[in-house]
C-alpha cells in the first residue's frame, strides 16, 4: 500500500467512525469493479454505459477529451478501444443528450444506436462500430431521447417529444413507420425491451392514470414529481404498473436468464441504489452504497450488470458480478430523509397539503425581514412574531384565487439593473480617460439594454453609448448609437499658442444575427458613421477657438459568415476551429462620396496540448 492508498483508507475510516449516514453504506468500490477513472483522465463524466450483446464490450458517453464524445471500451478491464463519435464539433453531432443519452446495440453487436441533436432537430443515429459510419434517421419531432433496440433487431423504440409532451415511439427499420405508442400529458422516459419483444418496460409519472385519458385542467398542479415503472404490451396496447411506491424508481431493465426480472434503481431511503425485482416477489435492494447508482446494462448472460456510479466528485462506469446471486441488503434511511418528517406543518402546507390556500402575489400577513429560515432558530422566530404575524398566513377570500391556488398573470416587460461597471485609465497620447456603463433586462432576457457615459460635461468631449438588443426570436436584432471624441495635443505655433486636436465618430448601427446551427450562423447590418476632425488654438490661458474642421460621413452595409465550433478554457480558445468572413460595402453616400469594398477573412485553428491549454 503507497501513502496515496493510505490517505485514502485512513479519510475513508474517519468519515466512517464520525458521521453516520456514511458508518452504515458502502463505497462504491467495495461491491463493484471500477472500469474508468475520471481522476486519472481528468475528466468528471462516465456515464450512459451500453455493454454489448457479445459481452465484450462497452460504450460509453465521456467528457476525457474535454468534448462530449462516445467511446469503446473493453468490457474486462475498461481499456478504450477507440472514439466512435465525436460530439459537440459538427453539425450531426451538436450535443449527444447528457441528461438522457442512451446508447443502445444491434443484437449483433456491429451497431449503436444514439440520439443526438443535429442542426434545427434531433436525429437518430445508427453507427457501425468498426468503420463508423452513421445512418440518420429524421422525424416530425421536437426531440428525441433514449433509444433502445428491439431483440430481433428490427425495430427501435425511443422517447419522442412534440408540443411539450413527453411519449413512447417505435420505428420499424423495414418498413420505415413511426408509431406512437403513447399520446398523453404524462412524462416517459428510458424504455427497454423484454426478452422476446412483446413488450417495453418504461418510466412515467403517470399515476394510476395508465390510458392518459386525464386533462391538464383535471390534474393538481405538483402531481408529476414522482416516477414509477410501467410496462406496455405491444399486443394489447395495455400499460400496466409495476411499482407504486413514494419514491423514485429509474433506469429499468429486463433480465436475459430469468423470467420476469427486472433491475432498476431506486431512491427508496434517500441514495439510488440498485434493486432486483421478481413479479412474484417483493423487490429487493442489491446495494446499500454512498453515492448512488444509474443507468444499468446487463451482459446477454446475466453475468455482469454495468452501470454508472458518482464518487470523488465525477462520474465512473462499474462492474458488479453475478447480479442474480446478490443477497438481500437492508438500505437504512438517510438522516437528512429522517429530518425531513420533522419539518413543521406550516412549511408542509407551503410545498404541498394546502396550495389551494395559497395566494401568489400578496402579503401573508407575516413580516419575514428579520426571519432566520432554519430549524433551530423557530424559538426566536416565534419570539420574533407579533399577533399579527401569528395568523395563519393564508387569504380568506377565496375569490382571489383560482382553482390550482394561484392566478395566472400575463408577463410584462419589466427591467432590472444587472451590472454597473466603471474603469479609468491615463493614455500619454489623449490624457485621462474612464467610462461607467450600466447593463439591464428583463426576467428572460428577451430585452437586454446597455449605456454608458464619461463624467465630463462638455458633450462634445466625452464618450456615451447606449444600445438595445431585442432577443424573443431566433434572429437576433441589434440597434446602437454611440459618440467616441478624442483630444489630444498637438503641439505650439511659433507664438508660443497650444494647439489641441478633437477627433469625433457619432455611429449609429443596425444588425441582424440569424444561427443556422450551434456553429454557423449569419450577420448583417448597416451602419451610419459621421466623422469630425477639428483644430483648436488657444487664445488666452483657459480659452480655445475652433481654427479648422473636416467632417464626412460614410453608409456601410456589411454582411458576414461566422463558423465557430472552439471550446474555451482559462485564458481563451484551447481547441477547435473559427472563421469569420466579412464583405463590406460603401455605395458612396455622403458629401466626401466614398466608394470602397472590403473583404475581410479570418481563419483560426487551436490546438489543444493539454486539458485547459492550447
Known amino acids: 500500500m503507497d501513502f496515496e492508498d493510505l490517505t485514502k483508507q485512513w479519510h475513508k475510516y474517519l468519515k466512517k467512525e464520525y458521521w453516520p449516514d456514511v458508518a452504515g453504506r458502502d463505497e462504491i468500490e467495495d461491491i463493484a469493479k471500477r472500469l474508468t477513472d475520471h481522476k486519472e483522465a481528468k475528466n468528471y463524466y462516465n456515464i450512459s454505459p451500453s455493454v454489448s450483446p457479445d459481452g465484450s464490450k462497452i460504450a460509453v458517453l465521456s467528457d476525457r477529451s474535454g468534448y462530449f464524445d462516445i467511446y469503446l471500451l473493453d468490457a474486462i478491464d475498461g481499456e478504450e478501444i477507440r472514439r466512435l463519435v465525436k460530439g459537440n464539433r459538427s453539425v450531426d453531432f451538436e450535443e449527444l443528450k447528457l441528461l438522457q443519452p442512451g446508447i443502445s446495440w444491434s443484437p449483433d453487436s456491429k451497431r449503436i444506436a444514439i440520439a443526438a441533436k443535429a442542426g434545427k432537430t434531433d436525429a437518430l443515429y445508427l453507427i457501425d462500430v468498426k468503420t463508423k459510419k452513421k445512418e440518420k434517421l429524421t422525424f416530425n419531432l ?69 390510458n392518459g385519458l386525464y386533462k391538464p385542467d383535471s390534474i393538481e398542479m405538483g402531481t408529476f414529481s414522482q416516477k414509477d415503472i410501467y410496462t406496455f404490451d405491444l399486443k394489447s396496447g395495455k400499460i400496466n404498473r409495476l411499482t407504486a411506491t413514494n419514491h423514485n424508481e429509474d433506469y429499468p431493465i429486463w433480465a436475459h436468464t430469468e423470467t420476469n426480472t427486472l433491475f432498476y434503481v431506486s431512491d427508496k431511503g434517500g441514495v439510488w441504489n440498485i434493486y432486483r425485482h421478481n413479479s412474484d416477489t417483493e423487490p429487493v435492494a442489491l446495494t446499500n452504497i454512498l453515492t448512488g447508482a444509474f443507468q444499468l446494462s446487463l451482459t446477454d448472460d446475466d453475468g455482469y450488470l454495468i452501470f454508472a456510479g458518482y464518487a470523488d466528485m465525477g462520474w465512473d462506469v462499474y462492474s458488479m458480478s453475478l447480479p442474480l446471486d446478490k443477497e438481500a441488503m437492508e438500505v437504512p434511511v438517510t438522516r437528512y430523509i429522517m429530518k425531513q418528517d420533522e419539518v413543521s406543518d406550516d412549511l408542509m402546507d407551503l410545498r404541498r397539503h394546502k396550495r389551494g390556500r395559497w395566494s401568489s402575489g400578496r402579503s401573508t400577513g407575516r413580516d419575514y425581514q428579520d426571519w432566520i429560515f432554519a430549524r ?60 461607467t456603463m450600466f447593463a439591464f433586462s428583463d426576467i428572460l432576457g428577451d430585452h437586454q439594454i446597455y449605456f454608458g457615459t464619461e463624467m465630463v460635461i462638455d458633450l462634445k468631449r466625452s464618450d456615451y453609448f447606449f444600445s438595445y438588443a431585442y432577443l424573443t426570436r431566433p434572429t437576433d436584432y441589434y440597434f446602437s448609437i454611440s459618440h467616441i471624441a478624442n483630444e489630444y495635443f498637438l503641439g505650439y505655433d511659433i507664438e508660443g499658442f497650444q494647439h489641441r486636436g478633437l477627433l469625433r465618430n457619432l455611429s449609429l448601427i443596425g444588425y441582424i444575427s440569424r444561427p443556422f446551427s450551434r456553429f454557423m450562423r449569419f450577420e448583417g447590418g448597416l451602419s451610419y458613421n459621421y466623422f469630425s476632425f477639428s483644430e483648436w488654438q488657444q487664445v488666452n490661458y483657459y480659452e480655445f477657438e475652433e481654427v479648422d474642421n473636416n467632417d464626412f460621413s460614410v453608409i456601410l452595409p456589411v454582411a458576414s459568415w461566422v463558423y465557430d465550433n472552439t471550446v474555451y478554457g482559462y485564458t481563451g480558445p484551447i481547441d477547435g476551429f473559427r472563421q469569420n468572413t466579412t464583405f463590406a460595402v460603401s455605395p458612396g453616400w455622403g458629401n466626401k462620396k466614398l466608394d470602397f469594398k472590403t473583404l475581410k477573412m479570418d481563419f483560426r485553428k487551436y490546438f489543444m496540448i493539454g486539458r485547459y491549454s492550447s
Open 142 to 210: 421536437d426531440g428525441i431521447f433514449t433509444a433502445a433496440w428491439s431483440p430481433d433487431g428490427n425495430e427501435l423504440v425511443f422517447i419522442g417529444t412534440k408540443a411539450g409532451a413527453s411519449d413512447l415511439y417505435v420505428y420499424n427499420l423495414n418498413t420505415e413507420k413511426l408509431t406512437a405508442l403513447t399520446d398523453d400529458i404524462y412524462s416517459d422516459s428510458e424504455p427497454a425491451w423484454n426478452n422476446d419483444g412483446s413488450a417495453l418496460v418504461f418510466v412515467s409519472d403517470r399515476k394510476d392514470d395508465l
Open 376 to 435: 433551530e432558530y423557530d424559538h426566536y422566530n416565534k419570539s420574533m412574531e407579533s399577533p399579527k404575524d401569528a395568523s395563519d398566513g393564508f387569504v380568506t377570500d377565496t375569490t382571489d384565487l383560482s382553482e390550482n391556488g394561484y392566478i395566472p398573470k400575463a408577463y410584462k416587460t419589466r427591467f432590472t439593473l444587472d451590472l454597473v461597471n466603471g474603469y479609468a485609465s491615463y493614455n500619454n497620447v489623449f490624457g485621462a480617460q474612464g467610462m
